[in-house]
């Protein structure tokens, strides 16, 4: 089992939509976590983090966390095209600091 | 500096040949990181720096890998004996200190090993 699972995508929304991005971690002491946005042959830059349970909102973009179920999803609202993008999830904690990323989920934003 | 700084930005090597990548974090950045991105794949750890702790070197792939950072501050990863499967993105990153902070990444060294 890897330690941070995303589905590969891609994740086809049309412009305006919602869309919806999840990730799954294995370790249950995880304390903080983070999505990334990374651009086709471009670093990646974060998108926002959390590490309490609940909701975190910021402009478009929404951070879910749920402990007990051990998954942290990324919510973005009105999609635009210029959104599309990998979104990588990271998750710092538990038995060490290290910052271990998931495989990414490939966003297409359809015009 | 103003961001982290990796150098060099391609580095095209003959199989076989050793190389040496450079990172240069983030000033006052305790922490620091290496991951390798192969084409249309996610971040693969490689290693971690934290202070002056011992590194966590889990993620190096083979003992031709290795990493030193000197003085808490400039990081070099080395490869050495260069196959066509280290061709890859080699991604640095640089956080405050452990905990809820995020890490800034370098632009990359895009490695071709020919």
């Known amino acids: 089992q890897k330690e941070v699972e995303q589905n590969s995508g891609p994740l086809s929304v049309p412009e305006g939509a919602i869309a919806s991005l999840n990730c799954t971690y294995s370790?249950?002491?995880?304390?903080?976590f983070f999505w990334y946005r990374q651009y086709s042959g471009k670093s990646p830059e974060l998108i926002m983090f959390i590490y309490s349970n609940g909701d975190k909102e910021d402009g478009r973009f929404t951070a879910q966390l749920n402990k007990a179920s051990q998954y942290v999803s990324l919510l973005i609202r009105d999609s635009q095209p210029s959104d599309s993008a990998t979104y990588l999830c990271?998750?710092?904690?538990?038995?060490?600091?290290?910052?271990?990323f998931g495989s990414g989920t490939r966003l297409l934003v359809r015009p | 500096g103003a961001g982290v700084s990796q150098s060099p930005s391609n580095k095209v090597t003959e199989k076989g040949k050793d190389v040496e990548l450079r990172c240069d974090p983030i000033s006052g950045h305790t922490a620091l990181y290496w991951y390798r991105q192969s084409l249309g794949q996610g971040l693969e750890f490689l290693i971690y720096?934290?202070?002056?702790?011992?590194?966590?070197k889990s993620g190096l792939p083979s003992d031709r890998f290795s990493a030193e950072r000197t003085g808490g501050s400039v990081s070099t990863l080395t490869i050495q004996r260069t196959q066509q499967e280290d061709s890859a993105v080699y991604l640095c990153?640089?956080?405050?200190?452990?905990?809820?902070?995020?890490?800034?990444f370098g632009q990359g060294t895009r490695l071709t090993v020919v």
């Open positions: 720096f934290q202070g002056n702790s011992a590194p966590d």
């Open positions: 370790d249950r002491g995880s304390q903080s």
């Open positions: 990153a640089s956080s405050a200190d452990r905990g809820y902070v995020e890490a800034f």
């Open positions: 990271a998750v710092r904690g538990g038995s060490s600091y290290k910052l271990i």
